[in-house]
């Protein structure tokens, strides 16, 4: 019973974990572009910005990677036989990776936090679709738990990955013409 709490608490600190993910990376994308705006705006939008990201990054960002990781240490030692299977070790992998784009997005707020644009909105939001990607691929992984299957996640990842790159070059030139 306590192997089921533990994962249902992971699960739902994954969830909370990607929201943030996702969330922050959108706040970083109205920040960059509220430094190309007319004072007043910029200053306003700037200062509601930093406020939102500090509250979504410390308040609900990092404490969820963190129980994340604690409730699937938990799981680990409850189910110590899931560090032989592969499917564990491909789930591993993409974690470690997860959260190395957890902590380039660490990089992007202190920067943004000390005024300093270095993405353009562009660039975030190709760097927002990787947690989607990354989501995709552990999901699968975990689901199937098949060396075959990992084989077709990994074609529909990279179609999904090619469909939300068009979408994005296609909203890009979306807005370009609206300006």
């Not at 129980?67 to 992998?93: E, N, R």
């Not at 990994?154 to 890009?172: E, P």
Request: aromatic content about 16%.
């Amino acid at each position: 019973m306590t192997f089921l709490y533990l994962k249902s608490l992971h699960i739902i600190f994954v969830v909370t974990w990607f929201a943030g993910l996702f969330y922050i990376v959108r706040l970083f994308i109205y920040h960059t572009e509220a430094a190309g705006k007319e004072e007043p705006a910029r200053s306003i939008l700037i200062s509601q910005y930093k406020i939102m990201s500090k509250r979504l990054w410390y308040m609900i960002t990092w404490p969820s990677a963190v129980l994340v990781t604690l409730f699937a240490v938990g799981m680990l030692i409850k189910t110590p036989s899931y560090l032989s299977m592969p499917w564990m070790h491909v789930k591993l992998s993409m974690v470690v990776l997860l959260f190395l784009y957890h902590l380039k997005c660490h990089q992007i707020y202190k920067q943004l936090q000390n005024d300093e644009v270095k993405w353009t909105s562009t660039k975030l939001r190709l760097f927002n679709e990787l947690a989607t990607l990354f989501l995709f691929a552990i999901v699968f992984v975990v689901v199937s738990k098949n060396a075959l299957d990992w084989l077709w996640s990994l074609l529909s990842l990279i179609v999904l990955a090619l469909l939300l790159f068009a979408g994005i070059r296609f909203y890009k030139k979306r807005r370009a013409r609206k300006q």
